[in-house]
């Protein structure tokens, strides 16, 4: 299929649309899924500066449903600061418009920032054939604090090349020529590259006693009911020895990690972020809206416990119960806001979900939507969600500003996939790690309510990184870290 495109977006040099559907592509499937993007990559390295991603997520049938995106040919920006939201639309890396709204806020205006990339999405959208109604921006948002200094804080991208399919059925959407794809000795010559051993060393930001008083100030805070539940990150940096390429890491970490998502993106010469989370923050398929809240963990294996004992245990546990209900309680009720009569459904009420490193506790709910009710007003009303945040939302900004000693970024923000007809996929990033310079940045955050233990907090958070540091050998260790007392 092809589509005069001219009067969609008049750029010299671009005038069509192109389409292959139903392409049987056997040797695509989510152990090689970051190798065939190395090698796509390969073949158009211009564009995979630009921006390169693979998003695998399930289907209705659990099967993996897998997205590679090449080259940035729309993007839409929103950054925000106390004083200025901030939108861009760039049509190949050449801005086409900037809206600023002078603001006067004391906290970050998520509902605000959804809000204008709805508008902006719209535009964009209405512009796609109703035959590429499928077609998938990619793209997320960053998990902040405001600040007076702004900061971009979403991105979303309608790339170049892109392949999107399940079980060996795949659709290459292109705004260029047609697509030259990867062979099957490509890929499994670069398959055949991966390296035995990754070794660095390891420290922590902030040192576990910073981090134990820390939180220990929290649960005094916590004792004055100011707030209910307040998510604490900390994060692990390993120094890589010297290696040509980190996708043979992250492949290794995807084929032993992978459940509800994997996902691996870069915009320009920015950092690579590689995740493999098991939390769903939003699926939507027409006006059916689906969340998993996941909240609530107790390690695999410890002591000489069997796996039914530790399940007890956690399906016992006050404290794991409290955080957990927590993040149940304020998405249903963030959802009924935009449910038709208000009903959310809750079909699987806090299961176990078993992860290669740990248990969590997870419930399945749904909703029916309004009629009028678009993807980003979900997230504008969802984000940012307890199992990752706090309660009260408001009330819990200021705390993690004044414990957190660096900037979360895309860690617990939200990446995936809206489409042009406005079905859409989010995971909430978590297990997620950034390379940047040879370093590898490992986050994890552990929900702080009452009766919380800071000591099995930080054994919690370190678990919570085993995809990661479970895969690399750690040749030296060091407690410290960045310093950064808060004074709340």
Known sequence: MVVDIKKIFPIPGVEYLTAKRNIV??????????????????????FAEEFKTVFISQNESGKPHIILGLGNYVSIKVSASKTLLKTNIYIQNKMLSEINEYVNVTHM???????????????????????????????????????????????????????????NQF??????NDVILPTSETIS???????????????????????????????????????????????????????????????????????????????????????????????????KAISKPLAG????????????????????????????????SLMVNDLKELAVNKDVVINEDKHILKTPYAFHLKTHMYASLKKEVSTFDVLGSIYPPATIWGV??????????????????????????????DDSNFALTIRTAYLENGKLHVFAGGGIVEHSNPENEWKETRTKM???????????????????????
């Not at 535009?123 to 054939?129: D, R, S, Y």
């Not at 991966?194 to 649960?219: H, R, V």
């Not at 002591?303 to 530790?310: L, R, V």
Request: contains cysteine.
């Open 392 to 421: 009260p939302r408001l009330e819990v900004e200021p705390v993690l500003s004044e414990v957190e000693a660096f900037k979360r970024e895309f860690f617990a923000g939200g990446f995936g996939y809206c489409r042009a007809n």
């Open 109 to 167: 205006p998520y509902k605000d920032i959804f809000n204008k990339l709805s508008e902006m999405m719209k535009t964009v959208q209405m512009q796609i054939p109703e035959e590429f109604a499928d077609m998938s921006f990619l793209g997320g948002w960053m998990c902040e604090t405001i600040h007076d200094e702004l900061q971009e804080v979403a991105v979303f991208t309608l790339p170049k090349i892109l392949i999107q399919g399940t079980e």
């Open 466 to 488: 085993t995809p990661f540091i479970g895969n690399i050998e750690i040749t030296n260790e060091t407690k410290g870290g960045s310093l950064h007392v808060g004074h709340l």
């Open 189 to 287: 010559y670069l398959e055949k590259a991966i390296q035995e051993e990754y070794k660095g060393t390891i420290s922590y930001i902030p040192d576990q006693d910073t981090y134990m008083n820390n939180l220990n100030q929290i649960l005094d805070q916590l004792g004055n009911k100011e707030f209910a539940k307040v998510v604490v990150t900390r994060k692990a940096v390993i120094q890589l020895e010297e290696m040509k390429s980190i996708i043979p890491l992250f492949s290794k970490i995807n084929q032993k990690n992978y459940q509800e998502y994997s996902y691996f993106f870069k915009w320009n010469d920015e950092k690579e972020w590689f995740g493999v989370s098991p939390e769903v923050l939003l699926i939507k398929k027409g006006q």
């Open 297 to 328: 963990t107790r390690k695999i294996a410890y002591g000489h416990k069997t796996e039914e004992e530790i399940i007890a245990e956690l399906l016992h546990d006050n404290k794991e119960n409290k955080e957990h209900q927590y993040a149940v």
């Open 171 to 176: 659709d290459v959407l292109s705004w260029s």
């Open 25 to 46: 592509i056997e040797d695509l499937n989510v152990n090689n899924s970051l190798y065939w993007m190395q090698a796509l990559s390969s073949l158009y390295p211009e």
